[in-house]
């Protein structure tokens, strides 16, 4: 029940400009449906939980961001700069798969692979291989480090 309030008020909150409509009302509550149904396993024991929560991996995240991450970002970036000054592109799309165990895991890979410019998770199937499009493909086999540094191995350390 509590799913329904917090995603009700949530809506009215986000869409009030000054007063509420019927539509308004109906549309939160449809949405406060749809969340309390499509979250059954949600408990309040469960979300006062310390699980998950650690602080060696907390500490190892912020380092992964602003290390290997901020580092990449910023190597990605010049890549895409000198593919635009000089015009020559090579695009093309990737198979590979990272070997993550967790969905937590690719997640993290996919936005990791996803936010510097010149790559994007195109996709992510069953088996866990990620599809991969790059801007500049110079080898028809290229490994983890080539397409995104040590992304792969952080996010198998931090989430599996």
Known sequence: MIIFLVSFITYLLLTWSGSWSIQDVTIAAVVGVVAFLALPGWSRAKFWSTEGISPRKWLLFLYYVFGPFAKGLCQANLSVAKIVLTGKINPGLVKIHPRLKTNAGRLMLANSITFPPGTYTVDIDDEGYFYIHVLDLT??????????????????????
């Open 139 to 160: 080898s028809t086999t290229p490994s983890e480090e080539d397409l995104y540094w040590s992304c792969g191995e952080w996010s198998r350390r931090l989430l599996g």
